[in-house]
């Protein structure tokens, strides 16, 4: 039974539809003609989802993409759900909607926290961009054109349709109506067509997407409509998965073998990656449970890049939440702090990385004679200042002194220790005393 389902994608080649319920925290999976019989409803992911707000399909590789709103992820998996991996756990406050790009190698994705943007990178997790940083607040839903390479997103609190082609560039606000976008969430695009679903007038609108105009009712008196899909093979073209056409199976990788952004004409078809307990070895295709050595030191971090500027390194970015609507069925969004970036770790490492064996034997036997050294200097010393500590409270506890005030007397020790009196109980108890005591009387007046 659905409980409450905020994202959905479809397959088209193979007739299924995919979603995720908030509410059991799971991503599920049925043929299009049989999900409505429970039994037909296949459990894909079922660990380790918190608040899984945006899905995407990649109809070529034959992988799932989500975002995690309550783990701040984004992860793949293989449609089958059976291997999975973390690719983004930094730098993400409250990502919603995704969308995927497998002819180009591309995902996008949409982040509504209090430093609200739009990014995209590759499907492998490389060459991670900013593309719409200014003017945007909440951006819940997004979709892409690819004939006309363009993204369109809605934003609920501007109450704005806007597009930019998928490099950052030519943006444009097709339509601004608090009406018809009163509370936007999903967004789809067909032909000249554009589609959104706004929980407010809990209806489907439709518009021209070249101008904006021509906005119409599709639908009404829905419950909560959150996203919307265009099924239909034209929105799936086909193309070649290039981890299948190599000569080894699964391109060679152990485990995921993930497409990459096609930048130029020399750009790797695919990388291998690991799960995010385990690290990618030498060879680049299988995965070990500890970082192997190597001869060289290679460490590599992700970057991200907004328009215009160089690549630059991404540094993390605590983001409040802002509340959506009071509706029973509303995605939540609690607080749930990050991955601490900057440090490689098998879950947030999108590359392999390899360490050195002969420098760290020169630096452990550099610092193994450093140790050797300091540590019994310090012994010494410590043991030094320790007795000499003992000896002088000893001291303190064997000497009395007394002292008169008045001027007629005036009384002297002797350090003598054969004239020395012990008075007390015993030879071994009491105070000492010494044995001769000089009086000296001043002149007073006294004959």
């Not at 049989?34 to 660990?47: H, P, Y």
């Not at 060459?127 to 200014?134: E, I, K, S, W």
């Amino acid at each position: 039974m659905l409980k409450n389902v905020v994202a959905l994608d479809v397959e088209v080649a193979t007739n299924r539809i995919y979603w995720c319920d908030l509410f059991y925290r799971k991503i599920y999976s049925a043929f299009i003609d049989k999900a409505n019989d429970r039994t037909e409803q296949v459990v894909l992911i079922d660990s380790q989802l918190h608040s899984p707000e945006g899905l995407a399909v990649d109809w070529v590789h034959k992988h799932l993409y989500w975002t995690d709103s309550g783990n701040k992820t984004i992860s793949v998996a293989t449609v089958d759900g059976g291997r999975r991996k973390t690719l983004f756990s930094h730098d993400l406050s409250e990502p919603r909607a995704i969308a995927v790009d497998p002819l180009h190698g591309f995902m996008y994705w949409s982040d509504w926290g209090d430093r609200a943007k739009i990014e995209k990178s590759g499907l492998n997790g490389v060459d991670r961009q900013v593309l719409v940083l200014d003017n945007i607040e909440w951006p819940n839903g997004i979709t892409l054109d690819l004939l006309s390479q363009r993204l369109y997103w809605v934003d609920s609190k501007l109450h704005q349709l806007s597009s930019i082609d998928f490099n950052g560039g030519n943006r444009k606000v097709l339509i601004f109506s608090v009406d018809a976008l009163s509370h936007p969430f999903g967004i789809a695009v067909f032909e000249d067509k554009v589609f959104w679903t706004d929980l407010e007038n809990e209806a489907i609108f439709s518009a021209n997407r070249l101008n904006g105009l021509e906005i119409s009712v599709l639908a009404e008196n829905l419950n909560n409509p959150h996203d919307i899909v265009i099924f239909h093979e034209l929105k799936q073209p086909k193309a070649p998965d290039a981890c299948e056409q190599s000569s080894q199976p699964n391109g060679g990788c152990e485990y995921l073998c993930l497409p990459a952004p096609q930048i130029s004409i020399h750009s790797p078809k695919y990388t291998c990656a690991c799960p995010d307990s385990m690290w990618l070895g030498p060879d680049m295709k299988r995965c070990y449970r500890a970082p192997p050595s190597t001869s060289t030191t290679t460490l590599a971090s992700t970057t991200m890049r907004t328009p215009g500027t160089n690549l630059v390194t991404t540094s993390p970015v605590s983001h409040p939440s802002h509340e959506e609507p009071s509706s029973g069925t509303s995605p939540s969004e609690p607080s749930i702090s990050a991955s601490s970036p900057g440090v490689p770790t098998p879950g947030n490492s999108n590359h392999s990385q390899h360490y050195g064996t002969m420098g760290g034997k020169l630096v452990s036997t550099a610092t193994a004679a450093v140790i050797g050294i300091i540590v019994p200097v310090g012994v010494i010393a410590l043991l030094g200042m320790s007795g000499y500590l003992i000896w002088r409270n000893w001291k303190r506890k064997n000497t009395k002194s007394m002292n008169f005030d008045n001027p007629v007397y005036r009384k002297t020790t002797e350090e003598e220790d054969e004239d020395e009196i012990h008075i007390g109980r015993a030879a071994q108890i009491g105070h000492v005393y010494p044995a001769r005591v000089a009086l000296s009387l001043e002149d007073d007046g006294l004959p």
